[in-house]
Nanobody, 116 residues
Framework: QVQLVETGGGLVQAGGSLRISCIAS????????TGWFRQAPGKDREFVAA????????DLKSSVRGRFTISRDKLKNTVYLQMDNLKPDDTAVYYC?????????WGQGTQVTVSS
């Protein structure tokens, strides 16, 4: 089992920055990739960013490239999503997901609200 806790969400003005964190515990050695997803009210959950266990391979949704950066601190078992130049369309609940060979684990989510 892997447990995930997201922190760092909040309210920010358009153009501002926010960094959210995903702290993993449990069988973290089984995790080979970690990602961020988001879900806005009335919309489906969508992929935002992902990083592999080495931290050297990353992927980003096209609409956030150049504004968002995903990174990891292996010693802290933490994955970060640095979000710059935020837009009102980025408003959503952001979820962390960790994938092992056996399962995908989800956190409880953290709210990010961008005001115009």
């Amino acid at each position: 089992q892997v447990q995930l806790v997201e922190t760092g969400g909040g309210l920010v003005q358009a153009g501002g920055s926010l960094r959210i964190s995903c702290i993993a515990s449990g069988r973290t050695s089984d995790v080979h990739a970690t990602g961020w997803f988001r879900q806005a009210p009335g919309k489906d959950r969508e992929f935002v960013a992902a990083i592999d266990w080495t931290g050297s391979v990353t992927d980003l949704k096209s609409s956030v490239r150049g504004r968002f950066t995903i990174s990891r601190d292996k010693l802290k078992n933490t994955v970060y999503l640095q979000m710059d130049n935020l837009k009102p369309d980025d408003t959503a609940v952001y979820y962390c997901a960790a994938r092992s060979l056996a399962a995908t684990y989800w956190g409880q989510g953290t709210q990010v609200t961008v005001s115009s």
